[in-house]
């Protein structure tokens, strides 16, 4: 079985997105920088159901041959009282839910909006660790590539400043 996933890595595009932020050594040093990821785990192709029918079929309907998953949401309550008819519910009346214990909690859109955590995107310095007390699987995700702003030469100089003090005081790197 492991020989097989390793058939399956084929190679796909990976787009180089950058995405920028505020790099926080302590609340007066704040370092403008962008993030490239270099590298992402690789995840298995999906497990897309397809139609049988349709593969058999001719070349025109082959493309067209996944499943299409089509949900109706009921009321369960409504329909004891009816006799046992089920009826749909339309999305207007819908209303999100999240399961705390064996209830379902109603939640709506203006709650998600109140409780919502409001957050500027930076990368904030929280120790400063030796690299050997560092387990090695925390460095198993994906990496990301943290440089400079183009044309922003001071912002190049102080992160540069940064990662050579942490190299010659052997810090994580």
Known sequence: YPLCA?????????????TWGIFEISDDIKIPVWSYGK???????????ASVLAMEASEDVRESCAVKMDRAYVNKLAADDDEGELEGVDPENRVKAHTYGKDQIPFSEHDEKALKQRTDKCIKVLAFLDKDKIPRHYSMAGVDIIVAPPGDDEAGLALSAFIHACFETELAR
């Open 6 to 18: 390793l058939a399956v890595s084929d190679e796909r595009p990976v787009s180089t997105q950058s």
């Open 39 to 49: 590298t992402m785990p690789m995840s298995l192709p999906s497990l897309k159901k």
